[in-house]
């Protein structure tokens, strides 16, 4: 009996381990949708910061800003912006751009905000309204909010 209950916990435990390996190794589609903009940095950074690390780690990364977080491309936020223990905006969107994420700004909110294309010039993002967030919502694995 104690040796069929100790064969039987080792199989568990053992396609346990194989399942957190195989969810480790896994890469995933990730959407990181930031409303926090310059008034609260160190959210805002702290999207970028997990952006990027997920990009690092091999994953796919799609941002959508909206609300607050719509300025978050101008030029003088990313280089304004920096959070507590969180980092420099700028740092984070260049390593997010060169390891290939993709930038969505919600049109409604930079149009509240007075950002245009020109804002968005030479970056990989374009505007966005919501059916473009509910689209890349359902369509990835995981969703961070900021």
Do not use: W
Request: proline share 3%.
């Amino acid at each position: 009996m104690m040796k069929s209950l100790s064969i039987c916990l080792l199989l568990v435990l053992t396609a346990t381990y194989s399942q957190a390996q195989m969810s480790l190794s896994k890469k995933m589609n990730m959407l990181i949708h930031i409303t926090c903009g310059p008034a609260d940095p160190t959210r805002a950074a702290l999207g970028f910061l997990v952006a990027k690390t997920a990009l690092a780690e091999g994953h796919s990364v799609t941002l959508f800003l909206a609300g607050d977080a719509a300025v978050l491309l101008r030029d003088a936020e990313l280089d304004q912006v920096e959070g507590l223990g969180t980092g420099k905006l700028r740092e984070h969107f260049e390593a997010i751009v060169k390891a290939g994420g993709r930038f969505y700004v919600s049109g409604l909110s930079a149009k509240a905000r007075g950002i245009t294309e020109s804002d968005l010039q030479g970056k990989p993002a374009e505007f966005a309204m919501p059916t473009k967030l509910v689209q890349l919502a359902a369509t990835s694995d995981r969703l961070f909010t900021y």
